[in-house]
């Protein structure tokens, strides 16, 4: 193939290959109302739109997108960036573009704030992020289960448990009061990240308090049609309160109460996590599996295929708390 082909950052004059691209490969209704809430309104933009786009001879032909986000622990945050909605057109695979959007992605934001790249990536993908640097931490699953199975299921202790409906300003305050005490590791969640967290153009959202004895969390769900007359409910977020059976079956219960119209219920574990294990417990099954990448761009240090932020590793899975909503 004749031509040569270059990288560089998103132009407005993309957005229509770029929705029409997302349609063929990802999506079944990817919009530019969509494009806009994750890529433009994003709380943690970097001031730009950043995604790398492969062009060649003037024409767009590959889109590797990097979404702004943060990780913390305890009081501490730092920026990252998130790989989400890539693809390159048909006649242009095979050509090594998204490792070229790889290595322009970490020249353009090693000095803009970003310490690392993460991804959950479709096994086509990890192959070639792993020759970028990328290291493989460990899988996660999505989850399925039909309410019709959900509602058959019962758990010892589950009536003792309060599912009570509640604000986004409340859900956030119950995230803040465990995310200030734990020492795990998981995505940054101030006030604004949840307004725009579900703000999402097709979900519509809710959140509820959950107390098991004398604790407190909370789970947010989200409503998406399935088709003309039935919804899908997604378990979006939720404090590892709701890894337990019994609180995992309450809320679950509550959730079923509020609309006869529901098909399935999703929700997203490491395999690691004991949330997978009571997942299973409640009769969801392995919908599909992501591998959790991640790569270095700057300020941390690699060592024996693992990653460290000061004395901290990053690639040890088991110290994450990575909830569905995370997954972009």
């Known amino acids: ?42 709380p943690f933009s970097l001031g ?38 890539g693809f390159v057109e048909s006649e242009h695979r095979k050509m090594g573009l998204f490792q070229q959007t790889l290595r322009f992605m970490v020249r353009e934001l090693a000095e803009r704030g970003p310490e690392m790249l993460m991804g959950f990536n479709f096994a086509g993908s990890t192959g070639a992020a792993q020759k970028m640097g990328s290291m493989i931490t460990g899988d996660v699953h999505a989850l399925a289960a039909t309410v019709s199975n959900l509602r058959r299921i019962n758990v010892e202790g589950e009536e003792d448990v309060e599912v009570e409906h509640c604000s986004l300003g409340e859900a956030h305050q119950l995230y803040e009061d465990w995310a200030y005490s734990t020492s795990l590791l998981h995505y940054d969640k101030p006030e604004k990240y949840f307004r725009w967290r579900y703000s999402h153009p097709i979900r519509k959202s809710s959140f509820y308090r959950i107390r098991d004895g004398g604790e407190v969390g909370f789970v947010a769900i989200s409503l998406e049609h399935a088709d003309v007359n039935t919804y899908n409910i997604f378990l979006e977020d939720y404090t590892p309160l709701f890894h337990r059976p019994r609180v995992a079956s309450a809320a ?29 417990l409640l009769g969801f099954q392995q919908d599909h599996v992501y591998t959790l990448i991640m790569r270095n761009i700057c300020n941390l240090k690699e060592q024996d295929k693992k990653l460290y932020r000061g004395n901290v590793e990053l690639t040890r899975v088991e110290d994450w708390h990575i909830t569905s909503s995370d997954v972009f």
Not at 21 to 33: F, I, K, S, W
Not at 254 to 277: C, G, H
């Open 48 to 85: 730009f739109v950043s995604i790398a786009v492969a062009e060649f001879e003037g024409k767009p032909v590959g889109f590797n997108s990097f979404l702004p986000l943060k990780i913390r622990a305890g009081v501490d945050s730092f920026p990252i960036v998130q790989g989400c909605d």
């Open 252 to 280: 679950i219960k509550r959730l079923l109460d509020t609309d006869e119209r529901l098909n399935e219920v999703y929700m997203t574990a490491t395999m690691s996590s004991p949330l997978n294990k009571t997942a299973r």
């Open 1 to 42: 193939m004749s031509g040569e082909y270059k990288v560089r950052w998103f132009q407005e004059s993309d957005l229509d290959a770029y929705i029409r691209g997302l349609n063929e490969t990802l999506y079944e209704r990817y919009d530019e109302a969509r494009f806009k809430w994750k890529m433009v309104n994003t």
